[in-house]
């Protein structure tokens, strides 16, 4: 018996052993000077209230009193994103009739413009008629600042591209039509290799499985695969071996959830890298979805000394003056 007790000591002390030095951080070295990766989501936006938001409010309607010009999604919100410091732009896709895409966060167009109905149920043309900041107040009604400045100014993604060659992108499908993901395959198959490099995406289930299957290497992301990857990598991450659904996609890590992550930050960092995802922690997961970024100071205070992968946020002026004041 004592033998039996024995053995299976020395088995737990191995593999606890095991365990240890395999997810360490002791051990473990990040490139040098790498910085976070930040993420602008929807680039430099209008701030709203949260309180009681469902996916049916219109947010444009309930905006804090604004402290610049810029609205989301627009080519002048992403070149100010990058030059206070983003790294890459999450922007919203939506096909159109005519075979296009446009950028635009709504499934209709009664919140923010002058149009009614679906999105994407008009062409580009139609869509290039409207005022995407009609409908932008901040006192109920009685003001609406952004009317008549910015007319035509819903980009295709095409000249989102255009006008930033050399600039990554994420992003987001809309919809859970498996045809769009086929839609949006067809268009990034058309761009060079070195571009189509260059830009990731996330969305439903169904057409980010069509966009993956049709774009080879193409990192992206679905709720289905994120949980996949989260789960399975908190099961048995601890050996070393990857899910497949960790693999060339990316991950959204709630900063709440980053600690249960096998070798967090590092190791787990450089794990990722190897299987060719890129990593972005959010804000606090507390059920629903992944919308919310890291986005106060109190939260970024979470991170790790020396963090080096990504940082998505809603507050890109902020969250990169406050990475910068790290170093």
Same mark, same amino acid.
Not at 48 to 69: E, Q, W, Y
Not at 231 to 260: F, H, K, Q
């Given at each position: 018996?004592?033998?039996?007790?024995?053995?299976?000591?020395?088995?737990?002390?191995?593999?606890? $052993?095991?365990?240890?030095?395999?997810?360490?951080?002791? #051990?473990?070295?990040? @490139?040098?000077?790498?910085?976070?990766?930040?993420?602008?989501?929807?680039?430099? $936006?209008?701030?709203?209230?949260?309180?009681?938001?469902?996916?049916?409010?219109?947010?444009?309607?309930?905006?804090?009193?604004?402290?610049?010009?810029?609205?989301?999604?627009?080519?002048?919100?992403?070149?100010?994103? #990058?030059?206070?410091?983003?790294?890459?732009?999450?922007?919203?896709?939506?096909?159109?009739?005519?075979?296009?895409?446009?950028? #635009?966060?709504?499934?209709?167009?009664?919140?923010?413009?002058?149009?009614?109905?679906?999105?994407?149920?008009?062409?580009?043309?139609?869509?290039?008629?409207?005022?995407?900041?009609?409908?932008?107040?901040?006192?109920?009604?009685?003001?609406?600042? #952004?009317?008549?400045?910015?007319?035509?100014?819903?980009?295709?993604? $095409?000249?989102?591209?255009?006008?930033?060659?050399?600039?990554?992108?994420?992003?987001?499908?809309?919809?859970?039509?498996?045809?769009?993901?086929?839609?949006?395959?067809?268009?990034?198959?058309?761009? @060079?290799?070195?571009?189509?490099?260059?830009?990731?995406?996330?969305?439903?289930?169904?057409?980010?499985? $069509?966009?993956?299957?049709?774009?080879?290497?193409?990192?992206?992301?679905?709720?289905?695969?994120?949980?996949?990857?989260?789960?399975?990598?908190?099961?048995?991450?601890?050996?070393?071996?990857?899910?497949?659904?960790?693999?060339?996609?990316?991950?959204?890590?709630?900063?709440?959830?980053? @600690?249960?992550?096998?070798?967090? @930050?590092?190791?787990?960092?450089?794990?990722?890298?190897?299987?060719?995802?890129?990593?972005?922690?959010?804000?606090?997961?507390?059920?629903?979805?992944?919308?919310?970024?890291?986005?106060?100071?109190?939260?970024?205070?979470?991170?790790?000394?020396?963090?080096?992968?990504?940082?998505?946020?809603?507050?890109?002026?902020?969250?990169?003056?406050?990475?910068?004041?790290?170093?």
């Amino acid at each position: 018996m004592r033998r039996i007790l024995r053995y299976i000591l020395i088995v737990i002390i191995s593999l606890s $052993a095991f365990i240890f030095l395999n997810n360490t951080n002791l #051990f473990t070295r990040r @490139p040098d000077g790498d910085d976070p990766l930040v993420l602008a989501h929807r680039g430099i $936006a209008q701030r709203f209230d949260p309180a009681g938001v469902t996916n049916d409010t219109c947010t444009a309607s309930r905006i804090l009193p604004p402290k610049h010009g810029y609205l989301e999604n627009t080519i002048a919100s992403m070149r100010a994103s #990058f030059e206070v410091g983003a790294d890459i732009v999450e922007l919203d896709v939506h096909p159109t009739t005519d075979g296009q895409f446009v950028v #635009f966060h709504d499934w209709t167009l009664d919140c923010r413009t002058d149009g009614h109905g679906v999105t994407r149920e008009h062409s580009v043309a139609d869509l290039k008629k409207l005022d995407i900041g009609y409908g932008y107040t901040a006192d109920g009604g009685r003001t609406y600042p #952004f009317r008549g400045s910015d007319v035509g100014m819903m980009p295709t993604l $095409a000249e989102v591209l255009q006008a930033f060659p050399d600039r990554p992108f994420l992003i987001n499908v809309k919809s859970n039509d498996p045809d769009e993901g086929s839609k949006l395959a067809t268009f990034l198959n058309a761009l @060079p290799p070195e571009r189509r490099a260059t830009v990731m995406a996330y969305g439903g289930d169904r057409p980010i499985a $069509a966009l993956r299957t049709a774009v080879p290497g193409l990192k992206t992301m679905s709720r289905a695969s994120l949980k996949g990857c989260l789960l399975r990598y908190i099961a048995y991450g601890w050996t070393g071996a990857m899910p497949d659904e960790c693999r060339s996609t990316v991950v959204l890590v709630p900063i709440n959830v980053a @600690p249960w992550l096998w070798g967090w @930050p590092d190791r787990y960092l450089n794990r990722m890298d190897s299987v060719g995802s890129t990593v972005f922690v959010v804000g606090p997961y507390h059920g629903g979805d992944f919308s919310t970024g890291m986005d106060s100071v109190e939260e970024l205070s979470r991170l790790p000394e020396n963090y080096s992968g990504g940082v998505l946020t809603n507050e890109i002026e902020m969250v990169a003056s406050w990475l910068r004041s790290r170093k």
